[in-house]
Every structure is written in structure tokens, then in C-alpha cells.
């Protein structure tokens, strides 16, 4: 089966700009998450969606950061605007229902400068 | 809350050495527990896990994991590495609370295996 799909593979901004991230989970995983991965650290959970709705984003920082995954498929992650603490890699991540297994994408690694 | 942590950030071994990567974690209830590996240029994948049952788990590539309750660890053990572990490596916990799954991360231990 295709993995999870992710695009861009890598971004450059600078501060102020905004950007937006997107994700393709393998297929019937209902469940999507999205993570942020600073240089030197472990993924951090920003957001995690259970078909098209919100389960936890209890970590997104909402004064600038967006999800969405409207159809329960695709999602995407917006940046607006972003600041220069917001260089990581963005790493989106899907599980089937019922199983505790996560599968990850290649993440997008995002440099503002 | 639960959290992870991991005591060794880099760690550098010779071709053939032993390996054992150090992993605790806090948490108050049932956990499952994750070594993911993140090798150079590629993405997250999972190298074994703990549901429940025998401690003592065995995941890809020769690598096995023991899961101890009373000290809340989960330590990566390989008897001899090679080369191509050269990586970083994660170990993860879910804690288990209804229906929610929300995976804590350690820091990572980058192993550099040389020839």
C-alpha cells in the first residue's frame, strides 16, 4: 500500500509569511496527526483529527497556526504568519482505527528566515 | 500527562559492539510503548512495539526491546550492530485513556556506527 504523502518536501519563508503544508494519509486510515520536529528534539503532536473532526489540538498554536480536513481525507497545515521559531519539520502521520500503530510521511522541512 | 525520556543523545559504536539505548517514561496507566528509527534521508518508521503480553519484544533487523513496569523503562538492545544502524532513534508511549491515542516522543539518541 502507498505510504503517507506529503508536500512540499521542503519550504523557505521569511518572517511574516504565510505557508501552507499539505497531507495524503494511506488510504482508510481515519485517523491523521500532525507534528512539529525542532532540530535536536523529538516530534511534538500539534494537531489530531479522527475523519474530519478535531480529537486534540490542545498544542496547535491557534493565534497562527490552522488545520483542516474537510472530507476526512487530505489535510492541510497553514502557517500565518510565521516567525522564525517556526523552522522544524512538519511531520503528518495516519492509523487505522482500532490500531495504535502510526505511519508517518517524509515531513516537510520548513526554514524561515 | 505522560513524557518520555531518553538519557543518551549521541551515542557512537564500533562495527559489532552491543547496543542499548536507554528509554523511560511517566505515566500513571496502561501505556503502549514504541522504538521508531529515522534513518538518514528517510522518514519515521517503527521499529518494534509493546502492547501487552511477554516483555520482551523483537522488532526488525535484530533489534528487541524489554519492557520493565516497576522501572518504567523500555531500553532498545541490539547484540551487534552494523553500519547501516547509523540513525536516529525515537522510543514513543501512548498512554491509554477511552479511545483517545496521542503518541509522547523522547528526544531521540542518534547512534553512529563505525567501520
Known amino acids: 500500500e502507498a505510504g503517507v504523502a506529503q508536500s512540499p518536501r521542503y519550504k523557505i519563508i521569511e518572517k511574516r509569511q504565510s505557508v501552507a503544508f499539505w497531507c495524503n494519509p494511506i488510504?482508510?486510515?481515519?485517523?491523521l496527526y500532525w507534528y512539529q520536529q525542532i532540530l535536536g528534539q523529538g516530534p511534538k503532536l500539534l494537531i489530531q483529527?479522527?475523519?474530519?473532526?478535531?480529537?486534540?489540538d490542545s498544542q496547535l498554536p491557534k493565534d497562527r497556526f490552522s488545520a483542516e480536513r474537510l472530507k476526512g481525507v487530505d489535510s492541510t497545515l497553514k502557517i500565518q504568519p510565521a516567525k522564525l521559531e517556526d523552522s522544524a519539520v512538519y511531520l503528518c502521520?495516519?492509523?487505522?482505527?482500532?490500531?495504535?500503530?502510526?505511519?508517518f510521511g517524509p515531513g516537510t522541512r520548513l526554514t524561515v528566515t | 500527562a505522560q513524557s518520555v525520556s531518553q538519557h543518551n543523545h549521541h551515542v557512537i559504536l564500533s562495527e559489532a559492539a552491543s547496543l542499548e539505548l536507554g528509554c523511560n517514561y511517566s505515566?500513571?496507566?496502561?501505556?503502549?510503548l514504541f522504538w521508531y528509527v529515522q534513518y538518514p534521508g528517510q522518514h519515521l518508521q517503527l521499529l518494534l512495539k509493546?502492547?501487552?503480553?511477554?516483555?520482551l519484544v523483537k522488532g526488525i533487523k535484530g533489534f528487541e526491546a524489554e519492557f520493565i513496569k516497576s522501572k518504567f523503562s523500555f531500553n532498545l538492545r541490539k547484540p551487534s550492530v552494523q553500519w547501516s544502524d547509523t540513525a536516529e532513534y525515537f522510543c514513543?508511549?501512548?498512554?491509554?485513556?477511552?479511545?483517545?491515542?496521542?503518541?509522547?516522543f523522547g528526544t531521540g539518541t542518534r547512534l553512529q556506527v563505525t567501520l
Open positions: 502521520a495516519s492509523r487505522r482505527q482500532g490500531v495504535y500503530e502510526q505511519y
Open positions: 488510504s482508510g486510515h481515519a485517523t
Open positions: 483529527f479522527q475523519n474530519n473532526g478535531v480529537v486534540d
Open positions: 505515566y500513571g496507566g496502561t501505556v503502549n
Open positions: 509493546y502492547f501487552s503480553g511477554d516483555p
Open positions: 514513543a508511549v501512548n498512554g491509554l485513556s477511552g479511545t483517545a491515542s496521542k503518541l509522547t
